[in-house]
């Protein structure tokens, strides 16, 4: 079961890794091509609609321009002619029925009087105040909604000139075609059109639904593009079109703008973006189809494929693990004659060869382990034994001295406790008996042991001291085993320290 469960993991791997190597370049051509295609179709749809805009603004421009002209053509035939009222009357009537763009046609004198008019009844214009715009030399004002729910403004024109102060000739422009042409543009089912005039205010709507935005007087000085083309205008080569992507209480839209420079206007052209790249997002869902239809198509042929080609190299996966487990003797059984069975017969000759190796090494590491046992016994024994051997040889000198009986049965009674734990660390060796802590005073352990190697450092023509602390100093630990180290430490002080030196145990 084990090994048919990393057949199906390798097989599988194999089958992803197989699918990856065509379809890894598959996906990135596909993602090369989504963001050309996704470009190429910003580029196209921008340059589309900023044409559609450029015609806009270039008709709105010459609407608003032709009425100002007729304005002026007006004014010439009011200002050249010594024409009775009546008959500056009927001129301003006649305009007015002939052009619909005006709703009303008033003279004023320098006081802004009204003098002659073709309304019927009290004209209430009055001349553009300073805040109006001068469009070849007729004052404009800014939009207002009249009581037909229509944008208008009013506009002036000066008769005579400056100096001789002949009046104004006033109009009320009706801009309802301008509203109409805003409402003919149209960019796929959801673009529309927005005119903006020169301080932000909203003048038309294309979208039936947002003309209220219109009535309430909304300021689009804040819109992306309003704010692009304001930019652009402190540059030196100031460009009259902008485009940019943004987001709507509709949704994420492509916007484009054009300028109109005569009237300092902008017309500017929404479309929701997932109508304006629809055709991209469309290429985009079928690739990632097909993308994935050779993904599963690889992985299928790729998992047939691997189970032929993995079960050798699983047979030869389940041979090199039976040196891990000890057992030498099994080997692999591969029928193919490839590089497979090559590596095979390899790894059968490499376990013949581990068996030879495996009884070489146990000769030697019996031998090494013997040698071992017998240096360290040797070096360990050295010690104890030398301190029993000086301790008789000055036990025959000074057996009268009552105080060195005692330090020689206490050395001996020592020394031999530590023998005696040796060989008894020597019978064990195949089975090591575990360390005794114990509670063990330090200083009395090192001061007894000062004591025994004291005969030892006097040989060797050094001064053998200590420097303890105060009072016991207790730890947890095999009195034998720390002896033992303690004894090294100090021997290789000795080893180290030329004759007439100070070892210091401290």
């Known amino acids: ?171 009320r422009i009706n801009l309802e075609e301008l509203w109409r042409m805003v409402d003919r543009i149209r960019i796929g089912e959801h673009g529309f059109a927005l005119l903006v005039g020169a301080r932000g205010q909203l003048l038309a709507h294309g979208d039936p639904g947002a003309k209220d935005r219109v009535v309430k007087g909304e300021n689009l000085l804040t819109h992306p593009l309003v704010q692009q083309l304001l930019a652009d205008r402190a540059l030196p080569a100031p460009s009259n079109v902008a485009n940019a992507e943004y987001e709507t209480p509709h949704g994420p839209v492509l916007g484009v703008a054009a300028h109109i420079p005569a009237l300092d206007w902008t017309v500017v052209v929404e479309q929701l973006q997932s109508e304006a790249y629809s055709t991209a997002m469309r290429l985009q869902q079928q690739l990632g189809i097909a993308i994935g239809i050779a993904l599963l198509v690889m992985v299928a042929v790729g998992y047939n494929c691997g189970r032929g080609f993995i079960e050798p190299i699983l047979s030869l996966m389940r041979g090199t693990r039976t040196p891990s487990e000890g057992r030498l003797d099994e080997r692999v059984a591969v029928a193919t004659t490839d590089e497979l069975g090559q590596l095979a017969h390899a790894f059968n000759n490499m376990a013949d060869r581990l068996v030879e190796l495996q009884e070489d090494v146990k000769k030697k590491e019996r031998q090494a382990v013997f040698g071992r046992v017998a240096v360290g016994l040797v070096h360990d024994l050295s010690h104890p034994i030398q301190n029993i051997g000086n301790s008789c040889k000055l036990i025959v000198k000074m057996f009268d001295d009552q105080e060195y009986r005692e330090s020689f049965r206490r050395t001996v009674e020592r020394e031999l406790a530590e023998v005696k734990r040796m060989m008894d660390d020597l019978r064990n060796i195949a089975k090591p008996v575990p360390l005794e802590k114990f509670p063990l005073d330090v200083n009395r352990a090192l001061t007894e042991l000062a004591e025994s190697m004291l005969t030892t450092a006097e040989r060797a023509g050094l001064t053998l001291e200590t420097d303890l602390v105060f009072g016991p100093l207790y730890v947890e630990g095999d009195l034998f085993a720390l002896n033992r180290v303690y004894r090294n430490l100090i021997t290789n002080a000795f080893q180290a320290t030329p004759p007439g030196g100070r070892v210091l145990i401290r």
């Open 1 to 171: 079961s084990s090994d048919h469960d990393s057949l199906k993991k390798i097989t599988t791997r194999f089958a992803f890794l197989l699918a990856a190597a065509a379809v890894v370049p598959l996906l990135a051509y596909g993602a090369v091509s989504i963001v050309s295609l996704r470009s190429g179709t910003r580029q196209t749809v921008v340059q589309g609609n900023l044409n559609v805009a450029r015609r806009a603004a270039e008709q709105i421009q010459l609407y608003v321009v032709s009425s100002f002209r007729i304005l002026k053509a007006v004014a010439a035939d009011l200002e050249h002619t010594q024409l009775e009222r009546w008959q500056q009357e009927r001129i301003l009537k006649n305009f007015a029925l002939e052009f619909p763009e005006f709703r009303e046609l008033t003279v004023l004198d320098e006081a802004g009087r009204p003098v002659v008019s073709s309304r019927i009844g009290t004209s209430n214009v009055v001349v553009p105040g300073p805040e109006s715009v001068n469009i070849e030399d007729v004052l404009m004002s800014s939009f207002s909604v009249d009581d037909d729910l229509l944008p208008s403004a009013t506009v002036g024109v000066r008769l005579g000139n400056a100096q001789t102060g002949s009046g104004w000739l006033v109009g």
